[in-house]
């Protein structure tokens, strides 16, 4: 046997990560703000690169209508003359089926989320000393509500919390501002005054100490009427609230010691710094002819390229190191200015084809939501589910209803017989509640019975789902439910 040298071809496909493709898909994940504080690292690196704060009406980023963004309009009218097809990194290259939350792409604090339903808020959040209240409100907000009609009533309930941890409006006001139904807005509240510390969501003084006391198992029949009066107690007639309870001397001065051990201001151990609020990247508006979309001027940075500059520079100068080096610079900078024109417009085809999805939304509210999941956005506009999902779990709209992020519009759908496209995970618990409130009191509806109904209405569901649905929207079994019936004298 010999062993020899030799030479031999052979031809592979292989996935390369280029550098640029990384800085793309990284400029994919950054809101405005993100993106300016990017762009000014980037500018002090590069004398040619040029950063302004909010982008001026001479630039490529002009407001385009709903109706001229969509799958089948593939340039945008650039200032510059840059068509979609001389884009640095190609559609297709951004759109890989790996999860780049696996690759270092050397952004600083946490890196964007790369899935539409594994994102954890508490992962953006510095330190527990160091959370604000709104900050803590919307972690725990993420954590229990997988719904997003439900998701968009907490971010309302959130938005009228005061530093105090109460409620700065009243639920109707709420309600009346969702165009959501009074009941469902209660729902969404109840639960969101189980999250620690007790107290938050607070509609008064004695609702804030009410549900502390229930944490801590205070909360008897002698305790809770102490709470109903406090004004008594405030005037300082403690033998009369003494008399109204029934309780012994000793036993109002106990109370009276497990009152003043409660926090009446739960918001305020929170951080004393407020929480910046953060400004929406995309802005819906309503128009004489429907509904516009546009980029937010006010945050977006605009870039420049000093390529004037750059010839002063090199001019008369033979230095070939000199030349290299301003080449290699202007040339990152004409890439980056590219790089962002093509992250924006994907950013506006998104939103685009989420508005005209969503329409139900922007006329009559979260009540209108329907389902929708990444890959109904990535087929209607011709790209891939991640990139369409690196898009929506960074970014803000600015709606009429309110600020959301972009992936609060994405829902499951449950099957339905009469129709293909299916209904709403949250429209199908709507039904459920509408059902439970609507049974006879001595007669519960049982999740079998609940999964014969909708039956009926071509809806299919298992039995195990519908206790899923029942137990997220706090609802008791039929077997509780009756029994409370019986406790309170209904029936």
């Known amino acids: ?141 993420e954590r229990i509500f997988a719904d997003p009609t439900d998701r968009m009533i907490a971010l309302a309930l959130i938005d009228a919390l005061e ?43 004695s609702d804030c100490l009410r549900l502390q006391a229930r944490d801590r198992d205070l909360l008897t029949p002698d305790f809770a009427l102490l709470l109903d009066n406090l004004a008594m107690l405030g005037a300082g007639n403690v033998k009369g609230l003494t008399r109204l309870c029934k309780v012994t001397p000793e036993r109002m001065a106990e109370m009276l010691r497990l009152l003043r051990s409660l926090d009446p201001k739960p918001g305020a151990r929170f951080a004393g710094k407020a929480e910046p609020i953060l400004p929406p990247d995309l802005i819906v508006r309503r128009v004489s002819d429907g509904w516009s979309l546009e980029l937010n001027r006010s945050t977006l940075p605009a870039v420049k390229v000093r390529a004037d500059y750059a010839k002063k520079m090199v001019a008369g100068k033979k230095d070939e190191t000199l030349r290299s080096f301003v080449s290699e610079r202007v040339s990152e900078a004409r890439w980056l200015d590219r790089a962002i024109a093509q992250r924006n417009e994907t950013s506006l085809k998104i939103g685009a084809e989420i508005l005209r999805q969503q329409m139900g939304f922007f006329e009559k509210g979260p009540i209108a939501l329907k389902p929708m999941v990444l890959r109904d956005i990535a087929e209607a506009i011709g790209m891939h589910e991640s990139t369409v999902s690196r898009v929506t779990n960074s970014l803000m709209i600015a709606t009429p209803r309110g600020t959301y992020r972009l992936k609060v519009f994405f829902s499951s759908s449950i099957t339905n017989d009469a129709d293909s496209d299916g209904e709403a995970a949250s429209a199908i618990k709507f039904k459920l509640r509408k059902m439970i409130a609507a049974e006879a009191p001595s007669q519960p509806l049982s999740d079998d019975a609940i999964v014969q109904i909708l039956a009926k209405d071509g809806i299919r569901l298992a039995r195990r789902t519908v206790a899923k649905y029942r137990e997220m929207e706090g609802i008791a079994s039929s077997f509780q439910r009756k029994r409370e019936a019986v406790l309170s004298g209904r029936i």
């Open 1 to 141: 046997m010999q062993f020899f040298p030799a030479q031999q071809m052979q031809r592979k496909q292989s996935l390369v990560i280029t550098t640029q493709l990384q800085q793309a898909i990284r400029l994919l994940t950054m809101s405005n703000i993100e993106l300016a504080g990017f762009l000014d690292q980037q500018s002090e690196e590069n004398p040619f690169l040029e950063v302004s704060n909010g982008a001026s009406e001479d630039d490529h980023i002009a407001p385009l209508p709903v109706a001229e963004v969509g799958p089948d309009r593939a340039d945008l009218d650039f200032s510059d003359g840059t068509m979609t097809s001389d884009a640095p990194i190609p559609d297709a290259a951004l759109d890989n089926q790996f999860e780049t939350g696996q690759i270092d792409l050397g952004r600083s604090g946490a890196s964007a989320p790369s899935g539409e339903s594994d994102f954890d808020a508490l992962s953006l959040l510095a330190s527990d000393e160091d959370t604000s209240l709104y900050a803590h409100a919307c972690a725990e907000a």
């Open 163 to 205: 530093p105090s941890g109460w409620l700065g409006q009243s639920v109707d006001e709420i309600a009346a501002f969702s165009m959501v139904e009074l009941e469902r807005v209660l729902a969404v509240l109840a639960q969101l005054q189980q999250i620690e510390p007790a107290g938050l969501f607070a509609r008064d003084l």
